[in-house]
């Protein structure tokens, strides 16, 4: 039809942008899949997913509840099979890269019934450097307090992790991952649940890893801070939607691709009129 054939260039871009498939990941791409799929019974949680996130960048996996984008995490870091595909951590298999990756999982997924010490498990970080018949010498015990300070949690080293709140323990699982000098982060819902002012304290410590030069991915949930917060976007509903820059991927039509109707029109417009202003 005539309409169709003369449709604006970027449409034709945005659509493409969806259909097809990523670049061959170079070799300083932190995290690139190839063809992932998980399934945790007879249905695929993550089917067939072609993702590429950039070096330097902070990067959203969004979609909606039970998109697999935990699952997705996993499967990167190798915590849970593959049913097929590869992964990437910097060229390659997660094996050779694993001092490369620090994780925070999901907050609600931990549960400290028993007593631990904020100080120790920030030290738990640092284990893997030091291997486990190692002792920690002065000096790392130093580092495990410098992480706890870069996130504002130096005065809690001595409390019990299970005594803090939501998000003073969301900030002592950063300062863990801090610990690790990784190059990738993965982060899963690192915001969730927590005050204001721990979400600020959060992101300024990812965008200080950014400047440093690290990869910094987070399951993001919170489409209104996207914008903000992000250079790329991956969307996910169980199979890839679309990824890409935010500027030219966050947008209403893969908004709604991703959701489908679980986001009202109306709030998709605003995130879309957002962007266009911005
Ligand atoms: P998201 O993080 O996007 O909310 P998940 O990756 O946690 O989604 O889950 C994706 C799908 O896999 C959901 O349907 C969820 O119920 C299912 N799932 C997740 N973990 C398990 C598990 N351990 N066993 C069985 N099913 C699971
Ligand atoms: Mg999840």
């Given at each position: 039809m005539a309409p169709t054939m003369t449709r604006p260039s970027m449409t034709i871009a945005a659509q493409d942008g969806r259909a097809a498939r990523p670049a061959t990941p170079a070799p300083d791409n932190p995290l690139a899949m190839r063809g992932l799929t998980v399934s945790y019974g007879e249905k695929p949680a993550v089917f067939s997913v072609d993702a590429t996130f950039p070096a330097r960048s902070m990067s959203a996996i969004i979609g909606p509840n039970g998109a697999g984008k935990s699952t997705l995490l996993k499967a990167a870091l190798g915590v849970i099979p593959r049913l097929s595909g590869d992964v990437l951590i910097f060229g390659t298999p997660i094996d050779q890269a694993r001092d490369r990756i620090a994780y925070v999982p999901q907050r609600a997924s931990v549960d400290w019934d028993f007593p631990t010490m904020v100080i120790d498990v920030v030290q738990m970080g640092l284990y893997r450097k030091v291997g486990l018949l190692g002792r920690l010498s002065?000096?790392?015990?130093?580092?495990a307090r410098d992480c706890l300070d870069r996130v504002g949690m130096a005065d809690f080293a001595d409390r019990q992790i299970g005594q803090l709140s939501g998000g003073q323990q969301q900030r002592v699982f950063l300062a863990r991952a801090l610990a690790q000098d990784a190059d990738l982060y993965l982060l899963d819902e690192p915001f969730a649940g927590v005050d204001a002012a721990t979400e600020r304290a959060i992101i300024d410590v990812l965008k200080l890893l950014k400047s440093e030069g690290k990869a910094v991915v987070c399951v993001h949930h919170d489409l209104s801070t996207v914008r903000d917060y992000f250079d790329h976007v991956f969307l996910i509903n169980v199979r890839r939607i679309a990824e890409g820059p935010v500027e030219t991927t966050f947008t209403a039509e893969n908004l709604n691709a991703t959701?489908?109707?679980?986001?009202?029109?109306?709030?998709?417009?605003?995130l879309a009129i957002a962007g266009s202003a911005s």
């Open positions: 002065g000096q790392m015990a130093a580092k959701y489908g109707g679980r986001l009202a029109a109306t709030h998709i417009d605003e």
